[in-house]
């Protein structure tokens, strides 16, 4: 009865960016992404991959409720070394 | 390592955890596949309600390459491109015995669909065909891949529904496109797993009698006895692969400081059984596909 639909899980819907970016206020050379409509099958990827690169202090992957259909990844570099697309 | 027609067993060597665990995932419930969704019911008299026909109806696997058709969204019309249409008249006469529905009495209607929708319009237009409850530009009989093949159920003594003497169903079946994670009944796999490979080490030499109670604990027989010469034997371990880890060779005392299990780190033994839309190693190289597309889709967003 409250469950939200079954398509919510992986149509973006309009207005909202798939990717977003926010920087940590309390530490420096950390930021926070968020990925809307996806789940462990990418998160988990994403998160060993980042592993791999020497300059990445911390690498991890969030969903923060089951039924909010997003991930949250954050990455904590050193001296600004400006890691970004990682994956590739 | 094992390719059937419906299942496949194969090796993945040097990738890790969480690459095998993606594609797992995207094997249950990613990949597309057609299944019934939509059920216009005309008749239905058996004692098996509406609902539940059509649930059972739409767990039945067709045998179709869901890469020939398209989405069908809320606002589009259904039309040769994106929808299945099946038909199913079953009607058990008075007087004669309780006939079983199976799955192969879904007729394949390759012109769209037959029923007739009720328009309000009293003044239609005359036009010669009436309107129907699919738009059919063409009939899908033309495709060339459904003339060597139609489009059946893939197994056809799946167990649909009972009928009582003078009970009737009459029904028309819409498949669609969809993927497992809106609902189950759009997985292409009955199951997809993985596990690593298990690594039976040998910390000391065993030999003769001990070699010999060792092979004859392990009831799937990972060891082997080879013979050193001298009337000598020593315990080798042969089939690793095979093992369960039942830790059989570890009970009682000092085996666990002669025998180690452990699994490979990076060694996985993916099996895929698939319900018989597509063959397994096609299933495989479309979920490499779609983790490809998956990351280009968040790269491509990020910058």
Redesign the interface.
Known sequence: MNAPDRYERFVVPEGTKKVSYERDTKIINAATFTIEREDHTIGNILRMQLHRDENVLFAGYKLPHPLQYKILVRVEVEKHSRGLLMPV | VRLNEDDMEFDMIGI?A??A??FR??LIA?LPTMAIEKVLIANNTSIIQDEVLAHRLGLVPIRVDPRLFDYLSENDQPNEKNTVVFKLHVQCKRGSPRITVKSDALKWLPNGSELVKETRNATSDSSSKPETYTYFGCSQETIPEFVKNPIIPKYPDIIVAKLGPGQEIELEAHAVKG?G???AKWSPVATAWYRMLPEVVLLEDIEDDLAEELKSKCPVNVFDIEDLGKGRRRATVARPRACTLCRECIRGDDWEKRVALRRVKDHFIFTIESTGALPPEVLFTEAVKI?ED??E???T???
């Open positions: 890790d969480a690459i665990n993606s995932r995207i990613e993927i994670k809106t609902h983790l998956k990351c889709r968040v790269i967003e990020l910058s």
